[in-house]
């Protein structure tokens, strides 16, 4: 392997990509927080434990985002996204790994102990196996595996990328103690990803229609207020119905239904500009009389 293969800031035919430059940057960018919070990480009671939820968080927001590449590249009609979706995919884990070798160290390296927690805690099993899955989809993410899996074969394994993020989700949930609010948006956010490519298959793939894209943020962002309300509900004993009675109290606290509605017309206003900036028709200049 050849050092320019190295350089991920270059697209394949070896030119500065603005694109990958971004991505990348991106990509850094919780290394970079990392070392602008060293003090407060490094003083605080737990500094592994603090660096294990960062990486684990950060490896499911780049999670999300590799999934999010189709749709946005639809919708943005701006095909070149997929350039750097492998360059997500790859990062994701990364941190994920980061997640799981900081736990190891933050248990002293005890093999014994890490064994029995990784086999008897529920939402460490289910880390595990979304590991374990993303571990597969990287190493086989490279144009040689392609090849010798055939593109039909390959694109059936890395549909279980769908799989990994509800499991990934399920321990990010399991795993958080008290407020789940960030917990109920990205599950949101990955419920809209799912609604987005069940809508597109039922159509016969290609774009959804700036109509569709909002109903589905509202579909979504309903679907969001009644599973938080559930939850919740279930959590501590309380009716759903008082749940919901606080949602338009936005002095207390702005709900992730909310949230996932705001992100969902964004995405169905960039896709109404986009189209109609696409049916303009272009300008024709003819050539001045002789």
Avoid: C
């Amino acid at each position: 392997m050849n050092f320019q293969s190295w350089q991920i800031w270059r697209d394949r035919r070896g030119r500065l990509s603005p694109l990958r430059v971004g991505t990348l940057a991106l990509l850094l960018f919780p290394v970079a927080k990392a070392l602008v919070d060293y003090a407060d990480i490094s003083g605080g009671a737990r500094p592994l434990n603090d660096l294990i939820h960062r990486a684990g968080f950060w490896a499911l927001v780049f999670l999300g985002l590799s999934l999010a590449v189709t749709p946005f590249r639809r919708v943005a009609r701006y095909g070149n996204l997929i350039d750097v979706r492998r360059m997500i995919g790859v990062a994701t884990f990364i941190y994920a790994f980061a997640h799981v070798a900081l736990y190891v160290a933050d248990q002293r390296y005890d093999v014994a102990k890490i064994f029995s927690e990784l086999t008897t805690r529920l939402y460490l099993i289910i880390g595990g196996i979304a590991w374990l899955g993303l571990a597969v989809l990287t190493l086989t993410s490279t144009d040689g595996w392609v090849r010798r899996l055939g593109g039909m074969n390959w694109r059936r394994l890395h549909q279980v990328i769908y799989v990994i993020a509800l499991l990934a989700l399920v321990h990010y949930f399991q795993q958080t103690k008290a407020n789940v609010t960030v917990p109920v948006f990205a599950a949101g956010l990955l419920t809209w990803l799912m609604g987005y490519r069940l809508l597109a298959w039922r159509q016969g793939g290609g774009e959804l229609s700036t109509l569709k894209l909002l109903v589905l943020a509202v579909v979504v962002s309903l679907l969001t207020f009644a599973g938080e309300a559930i939850g919740i509900g279930l959590t501590f004993n309380v009716s759903p119905l008082r749940v919901l009675d606080s949602v338009f109290d936005f002095d207390v606290e702005i709900r992730p239904g909310w949230q996932v509605l705001a992100a969902g017309l964004v995405v169905a206003a960039v896709d109404a500009v986009r189209a109609r900036f696409n049916s303009r028709p272009a300008r024709v200049r003819t050539a001045p009389a002789a």
